[in-house]
């Protein structure tokens, strides 16, 4: 490596002691449980690679489990569905070498498991539980012998007013309590831990931080090139100059004793402030005859006027039992949020679980004591009860004033379970009132399609929260979204190369510090003008470019997984408006079968080699997963690689957003630097009781 390599690394202790993973009340996901037993196989390695580059993610999670018993066991392997991700591969270890499944019709994938189970032979079958979580049954695990598995799986990677998140989700969502106190689950990896998450940015990145992770290094190999690390030994974080020399060989960070995999990892990085505005393109497209796939990433300049007016926010609160495990984290959140309004806003607060409670009977002006008092009473909140989603949202649409400009925050984990429950209920009762919702969703087994498409009803947006985030941060993000107007109607026209399949359809409404993704096909490389025009504050604007199109380009081949990932969405949502309709059912089978992916219509199984041919089930997975695998290699060997495509033409006169700028929209450095010391009292306070 460079000599050049600049390095940085971050270490928080407090009091000289601090666990690696701390012990919460969510039980560990990511476990292979015998069917009919109580206790989970034995993690002998827990071992996650996570590269961040070229605008997407991808996380490939290896584990090898231990059968210590006496008997052949079938067992059930059950995964967080991530934000956004499509699991592009799952392959099974079968007398030493690996095997790579393939997508099918879902009940013809489970037909052909139970055959092959009944038969004695080696199969596994991936199947999505609705939102919550990917179930992996593996069949047989032999007694005393282990059981190796690999997981891979797409996200796309963006970043707000100059911020970037991922997250590896561990923590179990707690939305299922009878499945939850079911299982006695084992969180505790016996052999090997490694977490290793490479960031290849073509912009600077100035900082990065990983939240309720006092053990992780951190290592700068280039303006932005970045390296996490996580390791422990004996349940204590790791020497850093071991991480570091792990880091420095490449290699997994060893771990000798237990480590606790009941805690999401989290990691924010920061661009450098005043980055230019800018377009960025990533295609693939194998040969000049072949159909292309590309991915346009737009960062606007920081142009947006600031809202001079007051405005008003009604928060809205779930404190139902299933947010047990999530109300500290939702309670320090309000309470800096509304420690951020201004004397001209003013505000309103409901809670909900069976009923709705009115904290406030009308809007409040947010005097500083005013904010105080019911600051006391957030923190004074429990949770418990049933979830009556809809008639907290339906409390909090009432009575608004139409002059002044009003936010929804809704702080939920979307489980509805008392009252109305149905999707097309909650859509319509957004399209009947103008205004934004703007949706913190809790846990990695909340209703992320419900809260998602809510939100896109009402032109607002939906972040996801992990216990282990920084949610004070992200709720300040939110609150500066109203200090500035917003580009509304937006529109990206494409002339010059013939391109079709959009994704997505309706950009609909951009707020300050957020990026507009769009991805679909092209047919012939060459020079493209891009034009984007909005509405502004009643005014229209409009932004022009022009960039080039390459006829071949190799190096990104999951471009078109994650372009079939997004088209299944928008299919989806027509099912969600509309009715299960079986043309759209259809078209979402074809797609994830052509693109290898697990829906609520298609699963992956794995099967002997020579069953697959007798079975006659074409391997496109397994050629699209050689492939996906070859280029990343490819990719390994090189640094970060600049996407920009309008530097010769800007399309924007202004840098971008980024945080630290002023006004509501700042995350601010105390967020990125000390909100991991509020966290960590927090949980030591809980600790202690």
Request: charge should be negative.
């Amino acid at each position: 490596m460079s000599n050049a390599r600049k390095s940085s690394v971050w270490h928080v202790a407090i009091g000289g002691m601090l666990t690696f993973f701390t012990l919460g009340s969510a039980h560990a996901a990511g476990l292979l449980t015998p069917v009919g037993q109580n206790t989970p196989l034995a993690i002998q390695d827990h071992l996650v690679q996570v590269v961040v580059e070229d605008g997407y993610v991808v996380t490939e999670v290896e584990q090898t489990f231990v059968n210590e018993g006496g008997r052949d066991l079938e067992a059930i392997y059950s995964f967080p569905v991530p934000e956004h991700a499509s699991v592009g591969e799952f392959t099974y270890w079968i007398d030493g070498q690996p095997v790579t499944g393939e997508v099918v019709e879902r009940q013809q994938a489970r037909d052909i498991y139970e055959a092959e189970k009944s038969a004695g032979r080696e199969t596994a079958l991936v199947e999505k539980n609705e939102y919550k979580t990917f179930e992996i049954s593996v069949y047989p695990v032999r007694a005393g012998q282990d059981v190796r598995t690999r997981l891979v799986y797409l996200q796309t990677a963006h970043t707000d007013t100059g911020v970037g998140r991922y997250v590896y989700p561990l923590a179990e969502g707690g939305v299922d309590e009878v499945q939850s106190s079911f299982w006695d689950m084992r969180d505790t990896v016996n052999g090997t831990f490694s977490f290793d998450l490479e960031l290849k940015s073509s912009y600077p990145v100035d900082a990065v931080r990983v939240p309720d992770q006092p053990g992780a290094a951190t290592m700068q190999l280039d303006a932005g090139h970045w390296r996490v690390a996580l390791g422990s030994r004996d349940g204590t974080a790791a020497d850093l100059d071991e991480q570091i020399a792990a880091i420095e060989a490449e290699a997994p960070v060893p771990v000798t004793r237990e480590v606790r995999l009941d805690t999401d990892v989290v990691v924010y990085w920061r661009h450098t402030p005043d980055l230019p505005g800018s377009v960025d393109l990533v295609t693939y497209k194998p040969d000049a005859d072949s159909r292309g796939t590309f991915m346009l990433t737009l960062t606007p300049g920081d142009d947006l006027p600031v809202i001079t007016t007051g405005r008003d926010w009604t928060f809205v609160l779930d404190t139902s039992g299933s947010m047990q495990g999530k109300f500290s984290t939702l309670a320090e959140g309000v309470e800096r949020a509304l420690g951020e309004l201004r004397e001209n806003d003013r505000f309103r607060i409901f809670t909900f679980n069976n009923d709705v409670h009115a904290m406030t009977t009308k809007f409040i002006s947010a005097t500083p004591n005013a904010v105080q008092q019911h600051i006391n009473q957030v923190r004074a909140l429990t949770a418990g009860g049933g979830t009556n989603l809809h008639d907290g949202l339906q409390a909090a649409l009432k009575r608004l004033d139409d002059d002044r400009p009003n936010g929804v925050v809704l702080v939920t984990d979307g489980v509805a379970n008392v009252g109305v429950t149905q999707k097309r209920d909650f859509l319509e009762l957004l399209e009947d009132h103008d205004v934004r919702l703007f949706t913190f969703i809790m846990g990695n087994s909340a209703n992320r399609p419900l809260l998602e498409a809510m939100t896109e009803v009402s032109d607002g947006f939906a972040v996801s929260v992990s216990n282990s985030d920084d949610i004070v941060g992200r709720l300040r993000l939110a609150i500066g979204k109203l200090v500035h107007h917003s580009m509304n109607d937006v529109d990206i026209d494409i002339d010059g190369v013939r391109v079709s399949d959009l994704q997505p359809q309706r950009l609909g409404t951009v707020y300050h510090g957020e990026q507009m993704v769009l991805m679909g096909h092209y047919w012939k490389g060459g020079t493209a003008s891009i034009q984007v025009t909005a509405d502004v504050a009643g005014k229209n604007v409009s932004y022009q470019t022009e960039v080039q199109i390459p006829d071949i380009a190799t190096d990104n081949p999951e471009l078109e997984r994650l372009w079939g990932y997004r088209t299944i969405e928008s299919l989806q949502s027509q099912i969600d408006y509309f009715g299960e309709d079986a043309d759209v059912k259809v078209a979402i089978q074809d797609l994830a079968i052509e693109y290898g992916l697990v829906t609520d219509y298609t699963s992956m199984i794995v099967l002997r080699d020579d069953v697959f041919d007798a079975m006659n089930i074409e391997r496109k997975n397994r050629d699209r997963v050689t492939n996906e695998r070859q280029a990343r290699a490819k990719r390994a060997e090189r640094g970060p690689v600049s996407r920009r495509a309008d530097a010769a033409q800007p399309m924007y006169t202004q840098p971008r957003p980024s945080t630290g700028g002023g006004g509501g929209g700042s995350i601010g450095i105390v967020m990125l630097l000390g909100l991991a010391l509020v966290g960590m009292l927090r949980r030591l306070a809980a600790n202690s009781k």
